[in-house]
C-alpha cells in the first residue's frame, strides 16, 4: 500500500481561509490544491482526483451543492465535507442530501480535521484491508469500496457505504439511532438526530429498489438489515 498522504481540494473564494484551511492540512501531512470558484473546482476535482473536498457553500458562480450535485452525476463519488455560515437544521439536511459531511463557519481547526479523518475513514482511507461482507444477495467488497446486489452494481456516498457497512457487520440484529451515531458519525456528532432516519431512506432507495426489502425499521427501537419475516 502506497504511504502517500490523501490528496483534499480546497474550495473557497475567500484566500484568507483557504490559505488557513491549505497550511492546516499540509501540517497534518496531506496533499493539498485548491480553488476559488465552482468552475474551477469542477475542472481540479476531474483532473486531479482528490480523496475529498472541502467545499465552500457560497461560491460567487456556482453554489457549491450544484458542484457537487454536477459531480455525483458525471459519476465522481469523492467525498464532500461543505464549510458554510448556514447553520439551520434545513439546511443542514439540504446539504448532507449531496455531501458528506457539513462544517458551520466559525470552526476550529481541530473540529474540522476530526471531520475530515472521519470522512476520509468512512471511505475507505488510512485502513487496513477488509473482509467482504454479505447478506443474502446484498455484496459489500471493502477492499474495494464496492457494493452490489443480484449482480447489479450499487453506487453510494462515503456516508451511505459506511451506514450500510455498519448495518451489515450487525445484520439480524436491531440497531438504535444512538448505536449508528456513534459508529457512523463518529467524532461526537452533537447535530439532529433525524439525520440517521434521513440517510436510512437514502440507503433504501439504492439496495431495496431490489426485491425483497433488507432494510427494516422497528418502530421505537432502531433499524435491522435481515430477511422479510415469513408468514406461515
Known amino acids: 500500500m502506497s504511504a502517500e498522504k490523501e490528496k483534499i481540494l480546497v474550495v473557497d473564494d475567500e484566500p484568507y481561509i483557504t490559505d488557513l484551511l491549505s497550511a492546516a492540512l499540509r501540517f497534518e501531512g496531506f496533499r493539498v490544491e485548491s480553488a476559488a470558484s465552482g ?4 475542472r481540479v476535482a476531474r483532473s486531479s482526483s482528490p480523496d475529498l473536498i472541502l467545499l465552500d457553500v457560497m461560491l460567487p458562480d456556482i453554489e457549491g451543492a450544484e458542484v457537487c450535485r454536477r459531480l455525483r452525476d458525471e459519476g465522481v463519488t469523492v467525498p464532500v465535507v461543505f464549510l458554510t455560515a448556514r447553520d439551520g437544521t434545513e439546511d443542514k ?3 448532507l442530501a449531496v455531501g458528506d459531511d457539513y462544517v458551520t463557519k ?3 481547526l481541530d473540529e474540522l480535521m476530526a471531520r475530515v479523518r472521519a470522512v476520509l475513514r468512512r471511505a475507505g482511507h488510512g485502513d487496513g484491508s477488509g ?4 447478506f443474502s444477495d446484498l455484496v459489500m467488497d471493502v477492499d474495494l469500496h464496492e457494493v452490489s ?3 447489479v452494481q450499487i453506487e453510494l456516498t462515503a456516508t451511505e457505504f459506511n451506514l450500510l457497512h455498519y448495518l451489515l457487520e450487525n445484520s439480524r440484529r436491531v440497531v438504535s439511532k444512538s448505536e449508528i451515531l456513534d459508529n457512523v458519525w463518529d467524532y461526537g456528532f452533537s447535530g439532529d438526530a433525524n439525520i440517521v432516519e434521513t440517510y436510512i431512506s437514502y440507503l433504501r432507495k439504492k439496495v431495496d429498489e431490489f426485491e425483497p426489502p433488507l432494510i427494516h425499521t422497528i418502530r ?6 435481515r430477511l422479510p419475516r415469513e408468514r406461515g
Not at 468552475?39 to 469542477?42: C, S
Not at 421505537?220 to 438489515?225: E, K, M, N, Q, W
Request: hydrophobic content about 40%; cysteine-free; aromatic content about 8%.
Open 149 to 151: 446486489r443480484q449482480g
Open 220 to 225: 421505537r427501537v432502531g433499524y435491522s438489515l
Open 39 to 42: 468552475i474551477e473546482a469542477l
Open 131 to 134: 473482509p467482504q461482507l454479505r
Open 106 to 108: 466559525p470552526f476550529s
Open 93 to 95: 439536511i439540504a446539504g
